[in-house]
């Protein structure tokens, strides 16, 4: 008899963020920057990074380990590991296979699953992977476990700010408080070169900024389009903002997030929704006739429209922005930690409200879907998660250092990249409790983690 799943989804969450950072306003001083370009203008506060002794595999362990343990859950469990990263270790070696080594310790090495790499989006694809196998004929019982891991870091220059690092991983079943509306999604897809990667002997990508940002919110115009054609196919209704309690983007930075919300707004005009009060459509019409590149590129519509959809956005997005703002770009891990963020501000109110997503990585490849919150038992309860997250504590807990030291590191981090035979600081000091760390890399490029031991209080 083939199991039946219902209500698949995001059974548990949880995220890990290098305790270093950086604060942006001194950042803005050091580089010699105008006075709130990067705290203003891209609209960013505070940005992680990984200090000599991480990288994506050790953020991986370390993110990994404290979901099944916080959680309770059995590494036996698992029967699907999927990660989504763009930060390349090995040409060959999936991160996934250096995950393995907490599943072996237990004997079960029955894992399907290996990376998805498409920039910011390999993180959408491997939860779709999880997804679609928990809900297929091919599923087995067992949990999905997604990972999103990624260290974003740019060439000195105006890219560096939009920088960042984090971990996210999300443990896929059956019953879950967090559910995927899966008849609803829209996929735009095309080939552009507004960001990639095709010096592989450097870390740092080729960034077209004007080009990015412009199919950023094309690419969101098709997706919503798409979505909205398939909700109101399956459920015979119009939809709109108003559909949606909540709204999560991918954030490369915040003013970008603020742009989009706002093209969605005037999206809904354009389809004369009739959730468009009569004020907004006054100050919107003299933009209805533009062609879909000219309103692209209008500053006048870009303000208007933002103006208009002001008091939607902080109702809507604003408890989204937290963690994107504290933490930086996070690339695949981005438009999770958002989520995360509505989790942390809202999970006393989220029963029953839908949460629309857009996933985006350049190149180009994007998404939008929707999750529907029906909450659950312990373990698997939107309470239960949010302390397991512990955010705040978190986000306070962290290392503030000065701009000349991140700048050290990231040097240390050039010099690094691809390199063999060299043995780190090792400094595990400002690492939480569990957190895997990087030792060493030997002569044939084999990497080496240890594991900071766990408090006392946890039975270790």
């Avoid at 950072?21 to 992680?48: F, R």
């Avoid at 999300?170 to 010096?199: C, N, Q, W």
Wanted: glycine content about 6%.
């Amino acid at each position: 008899m083939a199991l039946k799943s219902s209500d698949v989804g995001i059974l548990a969450v949880d995220i890990y963020v290098p305790p270093t950072c950086v604060q942006q306003e001194s950042l803005e001083t050091y580089d010699g920057a105008s006075k709130g370009k990067y705290t203003i203008g891209l609209g960013q506060d505070c940005m992680s990074f990984c200090s000599e002794v991480e990288d994506v595999i050790s953020m991986s362990l370390t993110v990994v380990s404290s979901l099944l343990e916080k959680y309770n859950v059995d590494p036996k469990q698992i029967g699907r590991l999927e990660v989504g990263s763009e930060t390349v270790i090995d040409k060959s070696k999936s991160i996934k296979s250096f995950l393995m080594r907490i599943f072996e310790e237990c004997g079960n090495t029955d894992i399907e699953g290996v990376d998805s790499t498409n920039a910011c989006y390999g993180g959408t694809a491997a939860l779709f992977n999880c997804v679609n196998w928990v809900e297929s004929s091919s599923w087995d019982g067992r949990y999905g476990l997604v990972v999103c891991t990624d260290s974003a870091v740019y060439a000195e220059g105006p890219a560096r700010p939009t920088g960042g690092a984090a971990a996210v991983a999300m443990l896929i079943g059956p019953k879950a408080p967090i559910v995927f509306e899966s008849k609803y999604r829209g996929t735009h897809m095309s080939h552009v070169y507004d960001f990639y990667k095709p010096d592989l002997a450097s870390e740092y990508p080729v960034v077209d900024g004007k080009l990015s940002q412009t199919c950023y919110l094309m690419a969101l115009d098709l997706c919503y389009k798409r979505f909205c054609s398939k909700f109101e196919k399956f459920e015979g209704k119009e939809f709109s903002l108003s559909a949606a309690d909540y709204v999560v983007f991918h954030s490369p930075y915040n003013k970008l997030v603020q742009k989009s919300f706002a093209r969605l707004y005037f999206n809904d005009f354009i389809r004369n929704c009739s959730s468009v009060n009569e004020e907004a459509k006054v100050k919107l019409e003299p933009f209805s006739s533009l062609s879909a590149d000219e309103s692209y590129h209008s500053r006048d519509l870009e303000k208007v429209s933002q103006l208009v959809a002001k008091n939607l956005y902080e109702e809507k997005v604003q408890p989204s922005t937290l963690l994107p703002k504290q933490v930086g770009n996070m690339y695949t891990a981005s438009i999770y930690a958002a989520l995360i963020s509505v989790l942390h501000n809202k999970h006393v109110s989220l029963n029953g409200q839908r949460i629309l997503m857009f996933s985006y990585g350049s190149g180009l490849t994007s998404s939008m879907f929707s999750l529907k919150v029906n909450d659950r038992q312990h373990p698997f309860s939107l309470l239960n998660i949010v302390t397991v997250l512990d955010i705040q504590h978190k986000l306070e807990s962290r290392h503030v250092v000065a701009p000349e030291k991140f700048v050290e590191t990231l040097k240390l981090m050039e010099h690094r990249y691809g390199a063999k035979d060299f043995v780190t600081g090792g400094d595990a000091s400002l690492l939480p409790q569990g957190s895997f760390y990087l030792t060493h890399v030997d002569d044939l490029y084999r990497r080496f983690y240890d594991r900071k031991p766990l408090a006392i209080a946890n039975g270790h």
